[in-house]
């Protein structure tokens, strides 16, 4: 097998393994959808946008080393850790305290509000580097490619804003609005819970690096 079709190979196995961890259910899929519904499928995929360029970061920083950063730094890895579980707890409050507010669609966030949700919603969680930097280490060749670590992104990118905004088109149809702002107030009380419940796991799981 050439070096070029073991590379592609590599490439495709990353990709998959990388999809199959973004369709896991978690704080990313609750705030596209939340927000697809609450406000609109074109601020769903912003989110899912900013969810996109989150993941490309940490696979950058994989790629420099930061995984090994992590490991020689664990206090720094605990820190970051925490900073994201208190993000992802700050927008399970806000979501639940405004559960009540009357759905709003003029005048709300500009373009770079749902762009950045998504954004720090993914960088939040530093296990995506780590999660990275352990596909990276076992699936890329020692010395890959240039080409092959631009595709790489590119796939990393590509996943991620595919998923989500399928995620945002679905939530975000108008029978899909229709019955959230019919239930706006249960679905964001019960959608604030789930997101809390996600942050204090983050947040307990954050000891194993203390």
Do not use: C
């Amino acid at each position: 097998m050439d070096s070029v079709t073991a590379n592609l190979l590599s490439l495709f196995a990353i990709g998959l393994v990388q999809l199959l961890a973004v369709i896991s259910p978690g704080p990313s899929f609750l705030i596209t959808a939340q927000t697809a519904a609450a406000r609109s499928r074109s601020d769903g995929l912003k989110v899912a946008i900013g969810l996109g360029s989150g993941s490309v970061l940490w696979a950058v920083a994989a790629l420099l080393g930061l995984n090994m950063l992590f490991q020689a730094l664990p206090t720094l890895f605990f820190v970051m850790r925490v900073l994201g579980a208190l993000f992802i707890l700050w927008v399970a409050f806000q979501v639940f305290r405004h559960a009540k507010d009357p759905l709003v669609l003029e005048g709300h966030d500009g373009a770079a509000g749902p762009f950045l949700k998504g954004l720090l919603t993914q960088i939040s969680n530093p296990k995506v580097a780590v999660f990275f930097g352990s596909i990276f280490v076992s699936m890329l060749p020692v010395q890959a490619p240039l080409w092959m670590t631009i595709t790489l992104l590119v796939i990393v990118f590509l996943n991620e804003f595919s998923w989500y905004s399928i995620v945002a088109m679905l939530f975000g149809s108008g029978r899909v609005r229709e019955f959230y702002i019919g239930m706006k107030a249960w679905i964001d009380r019960i959608t604030g819970l789930f997101l809390g419940a996600l942050g204090i796991r983050l947040l307990w799981s954050a000891r194993e690096t203390a």
